[in-house]
């Protein structure tokens, strides 16, 4: 992981490299007098450290130019200077560190803060514009949901499998929200060691443990009069669930080591890829917890319940990524290879889509992409295409008769199974196929498919 640290003066640059390098980052310096760097150059970062106040910029310069492209930046300051931090933080700072500081504080939040670069990369989910990519009804309906409720002060729980695209309709919400000019604060809650996520939601005040050299506000107080996004909400300790259920019911809450009880006004939206109700009914999740959060549930569905999506999703990120690596031609994607794509499983939903296409880019410039560019997990649609040749499977010159019959055995298991599942709905077996409900009809009657249920084409 690649971190850039912006100081002026010499001497921290020297310690916060050695002490970053010590720790397997690597690390490049600048010192805050040249020109302002730009949003390119800054995207060649997981995390970036900068001075507040320098000769030529300030870190709210950095700020500013690396929200677009979600680079953390975490905020230097001097002692008595914590108000301009938190408003850093306001406009979109990660966190920040006072001078002096401390080796364990900086290492906890550049790492934590690399997490969550990391994760944020991959989340652009089908985004465009701001909006996510797809015309499922699964999809738009939940979508519909969550631009009702963005109006409103409700609690929201965001439910799906990973690489779903949650934080993005988490972010949706917030900016169609009253408080959209205000912070929208992310916590992970599973990238947070469970001995400083008290301290990271409440902030904690000098003296209250060791490495604690001021007060130090926490994301529930920066969040205040925006909101703040619990992600993996199901993987917060037990004890720490009873002090979140205070925030929700009450708006309070003490700083670790305070003693004044602080009042804040912030919206809770939660996302998590876990099963709440079980995770209620096995203890691991306090029940009055999951419903004070569960008051709008929006679910995000897998990528294998919303085919109809999956060529427009390949489409964007084939031209999103070419465009990124300054690649004019974008890989081709044949029928054949659509076929392929619609019909597996996607158990990484879109994210993992949104690698394949990444590779593709990289490794297939302009190219026609072939079934061995695929990724072996994907050899599922393959293995019923592989021949197992025998003189009586097939003879030479007969190759073109053999692939047809095998493609038209593929396509009738893939139809009838879909049409299975969907009870004999063939409106439903076509989005579920991501094909038209014509063209489904065409198929069903070409490959002469009979069975219970179905409608008559």
């Known amino acids: 992981m690649k971190i850039l640290v912006i100081e002026d003066e010499k001497n921290i640059r020297i310690v916060l490299r050695k002490l970053l390098e010590d720790s397997g980052f690597k690390v490049t310096t600048l010192d805050g007098c040249g020109d302002l760097p730009g949003e390119k150059f800054l995207s060649n970062f997981s995390a970036i450290i900068t001075d507040f106040k320098m000769p030529s910029f300030t870190g709210m310069d950095i700020v500013r130019i690396a929200k677009p492209v979600k680079i953390p930046v975490i905020m230097l300051t001097a002692y008595g200077n914590v108000e301009i931090a938190v408003e850093a933080m306001k406009l979109g700072a990660f966190d920040f560190l006072t001078k002096p500081f401390d080796r364990d504080d900086v290492i906890n939040v ?20 701001n909006s996510i990519i797809g015309n499922s009804e699964l999809l738009l309906d939940a979508l519909d949901l969550a631009n009702r409720v963005a109006g409103t002060e409700s609690t929201v729980l965001v439910t799906g499998e990973s690489g779903t695209g949650k934080e993005l309709v988490a972010e949706q ?10 912070a929208f604060i992310k916590v992970n809650c599973a990238a947070i060691p469970e001995n400083l996520i008290e301290s990271d939601l409440f902030g904690h005040t000098k003296g209250a443990f060791s490495g604690a050299v001021t ?15 619990l992600d993996e909400i199901g993987d917060m300790p037990l004890e720490m669930q009873a002090k979140l259920l205070r925030v929700l019911q ?30 209620v009914k096995s203890g691991r999740f306090r029940e009055d917890l999951y419903y004070r959060l569960n008051v709008i ?15 427009s999703l390949v489409d964007h990120f084939l031209e999103y990524y070419s465009a990124v690596n300054g690649n004019s031609k974008v890989p081709v994607v044949s029928e054949d290879i659509r076929v392929v794509l619609r019909t597996f499983e996607w158990p990484g939903n879109i994210r993992q889509l949104q690698n394949l296409a990444q590779q593709l880019v990289i490794l297939r410039p302009g190219c026609e992409v072939t079934l061995t560019d695929l990724p072996r997990e994907m050899s599922s ?10 003189e009586s499977d097939i003879k030479l010159g007969e190759f073109k008769s053999y692939v047809r019959n095998q ?8 139809i009838e199974e879909a049409l299975e599942r969907t009870g004999g709905n063939v409106t439903q077996a076509a989005d579920l196929l991501g094909l038209s409900r014509k063209g489904l009809q065409i198929k069903i009657k070409d490959l002469e498919i009979t069975g219970k249920g179905h409608e008559p084409t």
């Open 381 to 390: 649609p393959r293995e019923i295409l592989k021949p197992n040749l025998n």
């Open 110 to 129: 550049v790492s934590k803060s690399v997490s969550v670069s990391s994760k944020a990369e991959k989340e652009i989910i089908g985004a465009q514009e």
């Open 250 to 279: 009450e708006g309070e809450f003490e700083r670790v080591g305070g003693i004044h009880t602080l009042k804040v006004d912030v919206r809770v939206v939660a996302a998590t890829n876990r099963d709440l109700q079980a995770d």
């Open 297 to 311: 549930p929006i679910h995000l569905p897998p990528l294998r319940e919303r085919r109809a999506d999956i060529d």
């Open 173 to 182: 919400i917030h900016n169609r929200s009253n408080r959209r000019e205000k």
């Open 407 to 414: 493609t038209r055995k593929v396509e009738s298991e893939f």
């Open 215 to 229: 007060d130090k506000p926490g994301r529930f107080e920066v969040a205040d009069s925006g909101t703040i996004f």
